[in-house]
């Protein structure tokens, strides 16, 4: 008894040891493994992009990747002059932003909401930009509108009941009456610069995807998301970490979409633009996988979602709803999920990864503060202008042009909302 008492030092000694290196392994080693970038010499790292956000197709997560890239090599944004629209409904116009070649700079990322004008677009950004969009299933899309922006409220209408209205009448209103002039049916379409007045005219539409197809040199699929970065990640010539996303701006939902089978024939015949297109893009990327090969993919997607885990453990303590300030400020949805960061917080990547994009906005404004002369403590709309009045005020020019142009007779403002309520997100 008295020898299994006695103190052995030398054992203590090891089991410290053993004790210590299994815990360095489990709390260190997954994280310190997760910032190793691989090398690629085979490519040169794209660094000129257009992103075009479409609404409700999961683009504030793939934004949040673009903001990250060109924040950490101190690239030059395409940034409003206030929030976080380009326009819209308005085409995108060089005319709503900065002229570069003043402040001795050029533009590297678009990657904020517009409609569509490549046109224009090409005015300011390089000739080797890649192009790049996603789109989503239209019945997922239109639903999640629907229930996010609240449309059953602005045209007095559950989607459950959509059978018991007349549909052309329906169709009509969503179509030419959109909500905040922005927001209805075939989304997609529109966000891409495609006119209301064409949506049932099928040729049209084709024509369309067929162009879009050319413009873009990637159309993400949001139901293909892992398989998308992957894609994403190889054609930018980036790495894993580049293209690592946490779901942003998700609405802790419970209501997901379980619509009557009849309801959601119905939704999907209202979208057939956005049908048309969404096939064409799916089955492209499809052909896509196949050509980078399927046991490539499959690896790499497991490679991706290893590192997004080690990120999101590193960086997150728990996902949280939103704060009441936050809702106020972003005028968005009260049901919004955002990241606690975790002990780790600080760490400038996790903060580039949880941030929001109307702070993250705010802060690429400070960081462009030469075109945008915002000053730090800042944030929402009126401080945000330009502080120097003796200077011929780009704003000046970027009012005129809105005033003037919002009265474009083809997208009528719908009666029933105030647009200035809820402008924000997705
Ligand atoms: C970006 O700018 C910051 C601040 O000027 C600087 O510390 C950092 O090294 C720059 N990063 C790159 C990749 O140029
Ligand atoms: C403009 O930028 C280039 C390099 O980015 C620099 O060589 C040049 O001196 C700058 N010109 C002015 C007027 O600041
Ligand atoms: C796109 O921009 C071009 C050039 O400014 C203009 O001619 C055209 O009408 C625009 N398209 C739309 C749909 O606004
Ligand atoms: C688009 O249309 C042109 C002819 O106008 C055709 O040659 C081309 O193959 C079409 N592209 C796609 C992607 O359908
Ligand atoms: C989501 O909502 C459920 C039920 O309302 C709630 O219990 C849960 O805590 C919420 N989760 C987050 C991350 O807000
Ligand atoms: C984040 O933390 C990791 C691990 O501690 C470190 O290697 C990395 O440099 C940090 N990143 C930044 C941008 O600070
Ligand atoms: C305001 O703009 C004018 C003209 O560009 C310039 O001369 C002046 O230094 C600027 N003042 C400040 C405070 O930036």
Redesign the pocket.
Known sequence: MDRLLKPRPFLIFCLICVFCLLWSTVRFAPVSVTWVSEKKSSCKPRVNVVFLKTHKCASSTIQNIFFRYGDAHNLTFVLPYERNYLGHPL?FNHKMIPDPSRFNRTYNILAHHTRF?Q??IKKVMPEDSIYVTIVRDPLELFASLYSYYELDKAYKLKLENLHRVSLKTFEYKLTFKRLFRKLGLNQMLFDL?FSPNSFRNLKAVSDFINYTDSVFDLVMVAERMEASLVLLKDLMCWDYNDVIAFRHNARNDTNKNNLPPKIQTLIRHLNTGDEMLYQHFKHKLEDRIREFGEDKMAKEIIELRRRTSLFYKFCVKKEMPISKAQVLKEKTHSNVITFLASDSGGNETCNRMINRELEYTDKLRFKQRDMYHVVKKKTTSKKSRPLNRTQPSKITVEKNYHSHQSNDKNIPASSAVDPKTRNVHL
């Open positions: 085409p004008n046109t224009e610069g």
